[in-house]
């Protein structure tokens, strides 16, 4: 993950490099078909997660996902955005190639509600209906606020909800916090991206979005092992350490469940149809 987040600083980096280089000796006023231009857009795709049930692998668990994006075109290089995403997320030890992991035996799933402003820099200038800026790579990066709720599966198949159990004992003596973690969080959404105009009024946009989260319980999974006994809500041990194959005689109280030096994430990956919002502006050459 840390390899993916270099790798787009770096395009980002270079990227304005370039966009400050052809802009420079620019005359100010653009030709009328680069003027403000705005467009409504559905996303389309799917949504998955990275985190201690899923240290690494991309597209795990991917399930599906569905959206509504603003953006407005300040230029053909640089645009914001208004989105509203909904997707969900889940992670499964039982899945994992590793041992400990499937020992661990932890699971959850939890729907993820996002609303976030960001920014985009297109690689080549782009317009909906210019045959001559017809396509552009891009990369964005925002603000998100967004909330999610992590669920653990029961022995008998039945899902409830993680955070009150206080798995880790958050909000109990000796606890990992010293209170539950919050169900709305902010992260930062990030990422690259490919646009292509297919008429004179709608385009069409591959995405794939990261979001650099600042908690590590999306998954509920996060420090050591609490003392189960210490727990009153019902199925609350159960949730905290349904691991196979313990030791008995020394258990797993105190012992490391998580990873608390890393945060998890979440990604949106997909398709965006938008359609290019009507305004009067003078005829140039495109699509008939």
């Given at each position: 993950?840390?390899?993916?987040?270099?790798?787009?600083?770096?395009?980002?980096?270079?990227?304005?490099s370039?966009?400050?280089?052809?802009?420079?000796?620019?005359?100010?006023?653009?030709?009328?078909?680069?003027?403000?231009?705005?467009?409504?857009?559905?996303?389309?795709?799917?949504?998955?997660?990275?985190?201690?049930?899923?240290?690494?692998?991309?597209?795990?668990?991917?399930k599906?996902?569905?959206?509504?994006?603003?953006?407005?075109?300040?230029?053909?290089?640089i645009?914001?955005?208004?989105?509203?995403?909904?997707?969900?997320?889940?992670?499964?030890?039982?899945y994992?190639?590793?041992?400990?992991?499937?020992?661990?035996?932890?699971?959850?799933?939890?729907?993820?509600?996002?609303f976030?402003?960001?920014?985009?820099?297109?690689?080549?200038?782009?317009?909906?209906?210019?045959?001559?800026?017809?396509?552009?790579?891009?990369?964005?990066?925002?603000?998100?606020?967004?909330?999610?709720?992590?669920?653990?599966?029961?022995?008998?198949?039945?899902?409830?909800?993680?955070?009150p159990?206080?798995?880790?004992?958050e909000?109990?003596?000796?606890?990992?916090?010293?209170?539950?973690?919050?169900?709305t969080?902010?992260?930062?959404?990030?990422?690259?991206?490919?646009?292509?105009?297919?008429?004179?009024k709608?385009?069409?946009?591959?995405?794939?979005?990261?979001?650099?989260?600042?908690?590590?319980?999306?998954?509920?999974?996060?420090?050591?092992?609490?003392?189960?006994?210490?727990?009153?809500?019902?199925?609350a041990?159960?949730?905290?350490?349904?691991?196979?194959?313990?030791?008995?005689?020394?258990?797993?109280?105190?012992?490391?469940?998580?990873?608390?030096?890393?945060?998890?994430?979440?990604?949106?990956?997909?398709?965006?149809?938008?359609?290019?919002?009507?305004?009067?502006?003078?005829?140039c050459?495109?699509?008939?």
């Open positions: 993950m840390k390899k993916l987040v270099y790798l787009i600083i770096l395009i980002l980096s270079s990227s304005y370039t966009f400050a280089q052809k802009q420079k000796g620019k005359p100010v006023e653009l030709h009328s078909k680069h003027k403000n231009s705005a467009e409504l857009g559905v996303f389309l795709g799917g949504s998955y997660y990275i985190g201690d049930l899923n240290p690494s692998r991309q597209f795990v668990f991917t599906p996902a569905g959206g509504l994006m603003f953006r407005y075109n300040f230029n053909p290089r645009a914001a955005r208004a989105s509203f995403m909904v997707g969900s997320i889940e992670g499964h030890d039982s994992s190639n590793s041992a400990s992991q499937k020992q661990r035996n932890l699971n959850f799933k939890s729907m993820i509600d996002e976030s402003v960001q920014f985009d820099f297109n690689f080549l200038d782009y317009r909906i209906g210019l045959e001559k800026e017809k396509f552009s790579p891009y990369i964005f990066v925002g603000l998100a606020v967004f909330n999610f709720n992590p669920q653990g599966q029961l022995a008998n198949n039945n899902y409830v909800s993680l955070q159990m206080r798995t880790e004992g909000g109990l003596d000796g606890g990992s916090m010293g209170k539950p973690y919050k169900l969080q902010i992260s930062i959404p990030f990422g690259i991206g490919f646009k292509t105009n297919v008429s004179r709608m385009g069409i946009t591959g995405e794939w979005g990261f979001r650099k989260t600042f908690t590590d319980y999306l998954d509920d999974v996060s420090g050591k092992y609490y003392n189960p006994n210490s727990l009153s809500a019902q199925n041990a159960y949730l905290s350490d349904p691991s196979k194959g313990t030791d008995p005689n020394y258990g797993n109280v105190g012992r490391q469940r998580g990873n608390a030096t890393t945060k998890d994430w979440y990604v949106f990956a997909g398709i965006i149809i938008s359609f290019e919002l009507k305004q009067k502006r003078e005829k050459p495109g699509f008939k």
